[in-house]
C-alpha cells in the first residue's frame, strides 16, 4: 500500500498493511533540520520591507501573507514526506499582521508574534469581541478572497508534493480556523461564558460565521481533490469539557454536523482534533458525523475505555506523548510509548499512530525513533 492507500483505508476501518503514521505539523526547527535552514526567513522578508518602506510595510506584508504561508506549509510538507509520514495536513490561516510582534485574525483573537529560530509562532493573548456592539462593528472580510488565497495556498502544495521523494496524502486542515476555537478565543473565555448566558444571539451569530467560513474554505479544497480533512476544534481541559456540555448539544454540535455532512456528501473523511479529557462527550464526537478522532492526549484519555466505546465507530489517532517522550524520552520510552498505542488501539484497523500534539521543544531524533518504531511493530498482523 502506498500512504494514500494506507490513510483512506484506515479512516475507513479497513485492513492496512501497517499502521499509518500521521502528525498535525513538523514544527520549522526540525524542517529546518530535515531540508536545511534557509538562507532568508519570513522575519528578514519582513525586516526589509519595514526599512524599505517605513509608512506601510504592514499593509505590504499583509498582501503576501499567502505566499509566506505557501512557503512554510510546502516545506513542512516536503519535511513530512521526507522523514516518513503518511499524512499531514496544511491550511491557509487568515491571519493579520499589525507590528513585528503583534497579529490579529478575521475571528477577533489577538496574537503575540514569537520568532522561533525564524519562523512564526502565534501565541494567543485574548479576544478582541467583548460584546454584541464589538461583534457589529467588527470588520467583517470578503471571505471570496480568503477562499481565493486558500485554493492557490493549497493548490500549489498539491502541485509541488508530485516531486517529493516519498507519497504523502495531504489532508485538508483548518486549524487556527475552525468552527468552535475561533468562536470563544475571539472574545476570551469571560465574555464568551457570559454572553452563552446572556446574549444567544451574539453566539449564534458567531458560530454561524465561522461556519460558513470552514465550509467555503473546505469546499475550496475539496474542488482541488482533497478528500480527507481536519477539524482543529480543541473543546476540552485536561479536566474535562471547555464549556458546559449542554451548550455543546445547542451551539456546537449543530454546527459541526453542517461540516461533517458537507465532507460526506463530497464523498470526503473529516477527523475532529481536540486535547484534553474528552472521555465525557465521546458520543458527541459520532453524534456531530466524525470519520475519526485525534489526538488522544496522554494520560488524560484511557485508551481501552476509547478503544472499547468508540473504536468500532472512529478511526483513532494518537497518542504518542509531546511532554516527555517526544522531547526528553530514552529511545526505550519512545519504543514502549509507540508499542503500548499500536497494541491497544491496532488490533482490528482504524488506528493511525500520532504524535500527540506539535510544538517547537520536540525533538527530530525521537520523532524518528516513533517512525522507526512504528514500521517495525506496526505492521499487519500485529504481533506484540
Not at 207 to 217: A, D, I, Q, R
Amino acid at each position: 500500500m502506498n500512504s494514500k492507500e494506507r490513510v483512506w483505508a484506515a479512516l475507513n476501518r479497513e485492513p492496512v498493511d501497517r499502521v499509518p503514521i500521521h502528525c498535525v505539523a513538523v514544527n520549522g526547527h526540525i524542517v529546518d533540520q530535515i531540508l536545511g535552514k534557509p538562507n532568508r526567513t519570513a522575519f528578514d522578508t519582513m525586516d526589509e520591507l519595514a526599512e524599505q518602506y517605513p509608512d506601510d510595510w504592514v499593509d505590504r506584508i499583509n498582501s503576501i501573507v499567502g505566499e509566506i504561508e505557501i512557503s512554510h506549509f510546502s516545506k513542512m510538507m516536503e519535511a513530512a514526506a521526507e522523514i516518513g509520514y503518511d499524512t499531514s495536513g496544511a491550511g491557509y490561516i487568515p491571519f493579520i499582521f499589525h507590528s513585528k510582534e503583534e497579529m490579529t485574525d478575521i475571528f477577533g483573537r489577538k496574537f503575540k508574534l514569537i520568532n522561533e529560530d525564524g519562523h512564526f509562532l502565534p501565541y494567543y493573548i485574548d479576544g478582541l469581541i467583548k460584546t454584541k456592539e464589538d461583534w457589529d462593528s467588527f470588520p467583517k472580510p470578503d471571505f471570496k478572497d480568503i477562499y481565493y488565497r486558500a485554493k492557490k495556498l493549497y493548490k500549489t502544495i498539491i502541485r509541488r508534493s508530485k516531486k517529493f521523494k516519498n507519497d504523502i496524502l495531504i489532508m485538508a486542515q483548518d486549524d487556527y480556523a475552525s468552527v468552535f476555537p475561533p468562536v470563544w478565543q475571539g472574545m476570551g473565555m469571560n465574555a464568551f461564558a457570559k454572553a452563552l448566558r446572556k446574549d444567544p444571539k451574539l453566539i449564534k451569530e458567531r458560530f454561524e460565521y465561522t461556519t460558513e467560513f470552514v465550509l467555503g474554505k473546505f469546499k475550496t479544497y475539496a474542488d482541488l481533490g482533497a478528500k480527507v480533512f481536519f477539524e482543529g476544534g480543541d473543546i476540552a481541559f485536561r479536566s474535562g469539557p471547555l464549556i458546559n456540555p449542554k451548550y455543546i448539544e445547542q451551539y456546537v454540535k449543530p454546527h459541526l454536523k453542517q461540516v461533517t455532512d458537507a465532507v460526506h456528501e463530497w464523498g470526503g473523511k473529516i477527523i475532529f482534533h481536540t486535547d484534553g479529557d474528552i472521555t465525557s462527550i465521546l458520543d458527541f464526537i459520532v453524534e456531530a458525523g466524525f470519520d475519526a478522532l485525534h489526538c488522544l492526549e496522554p494520560p488524560y484519555v484511557d485508551l481501552n475505555l476509547i478503544k472499547n466505546k468508540v473504536g468500532d465507530k472512529l478511526c483513532l489517532l494518537g497518542n504518542i506523548d509531546t511532554s516527555h517522550v517526544l522531547v526528553k524520552g530514552t529511545q526505550k520510552e519512545v519504543e514502549d510509548a509507540v508499542k503500548n498505542a499500536i497494541k491497544i488501539l491496532g488490533p482490528g484497523g482504524g488506528y493511525i499512530l500520532s504524535p500527540s500534539n506539535s510544538h517547537p521543544a520536540m525533538s527530530y531524533q525521537r520523532i524518528k525513533w516513533m517512525i522507526e518504531a512504528t514500521k517495525k511493530f506496526g505492521k499487519y498482523p500485529l504481533k506484540i
